[in-house]
């Protein structure tokens, strides 16, 4: 089956996932987590990328992103893992490549999705059982987001300056946002969505980028035959 075309569209939040091939480890050491997002804040300000949330997992990786121009995540994805298999495979005397196929995304209704996607990212090393709470995990957006520790790798976008006055009384908000887990169907709704490339939002929001994309947001319902 012919792969469905990305969505590229500016100005519009995308949820990333890109994994090690076969689910193997592409960080090994803290040197590892440091060079990708050295490379990946290059690559972001070149490519005119902003980044929301992150996290680096042992094998995969979750971004949360606003792309500035058509093509540009891409792009920065491609400029990061050229230098970061090179410098991996160097490092551990390996050879061939380190990433499973193509990126996984989805564009995202920002209103309903954007904070619900963010907790998702921050919370994978819980839910991985890697650490008891998301501040325990150095290498995430958490501390940024929720704490007010700086990182040079975020861009807020304008619902998180909406949260409050200044950056405490946001970092405040948005921690206060952790105090519940997401919801099982907003977990799965972020899940599928990324995963089949599918958008993310109501039925009005998937309309509005079909119409501007050309291409379907969600799948044909049960058989019913392809146009």
Same mark, same amino acid.
């Given at each position: ?9 500016? *100005? +519009?939040?995308?949820? +990333?996932?890109? !994994?090690?091939? #076969? ?15 050295? @490379? ?5 300000? &070149?490519?005119?990328?902003?980044? /929301? ?5 042992? #094998? ?5 992103? %606003? ?13 990061? *893992? ?6 991996? #495979?160097?490092?551990? *005397?390996?050879?061939? %490549?380190? @990433? ?7 564009v995202i209704e920002a209103e309903r999705y954007f904070f619900t996607c963010s ?10 059982v890697m650490v008891a709470r998301p501040e325990d995990y150095p290498w995430s957006?958490?501390? /940024?987001?929720?704490?007010?520790? $700086? ?5 807020? /976008? &304008? ?8 950056? =405490?009384? !946001? =970092? ?23 995963? =089949? *490339? @599918?958008?993310?939002g109501n039925e009005r929001f998937k309309q509005e980028i079909e119409m501007l994309?050309?291409?379907?947001? $969600? ?9």
């Open positions: 089956m012919a792969r469905l075309p990305r969505y590229e569209l500016p *100005g +519009v939040p995308q949820h +990333v996932i890109q !994994r090690g091939n #076969n689910r193997q480890a592409i960080f090994a050491g803290k040197g590892d987590y440091r060079a990708y997002l050295r @490379w990946l804040k290059a690559a972001a300000d &070149e490519h005119g990328v902003k980044i /929301h949330a992150y996290v680096l997992m042992t #094998n995969h990786v979750h971004l949360l992103v %606003t792309p500035g121009e058509s093509g540009a995540i891409g792009r920065v994805l491609q400029s990061l *893992g050229r230098r970061y298999v090179q410098y991996f #495979n160097y490092t551990y *005397g390996r050879t061939g %490549t380190l @990433w499973e196929g193509r990126y996984r995304a989805t907790r998702y990212i921050e919370l994978n090393p819980v839910r991985a957006s958490f501390r /940024h987001n929720a704490l007010g520790v $700086s990182d040079e790798q975020i861009s807020p /976008h &304008e619902l998180y300056l909406g949260l409050g006055p200044g950056p =405490a009384a !946001r =970092a405040d908000v948005y921690r206060r946002l952790f105090d519940t887990d997401p919801l099982d169907a907003d977990v799965a709704a972020i899940r599928g969505a990324t995963n =089949a *490339g @599918w958008v993310l994309t050309q291409r379907r947001g $969600s799948p044909l319902p049960r058989g019913r035959k392809k146009d």
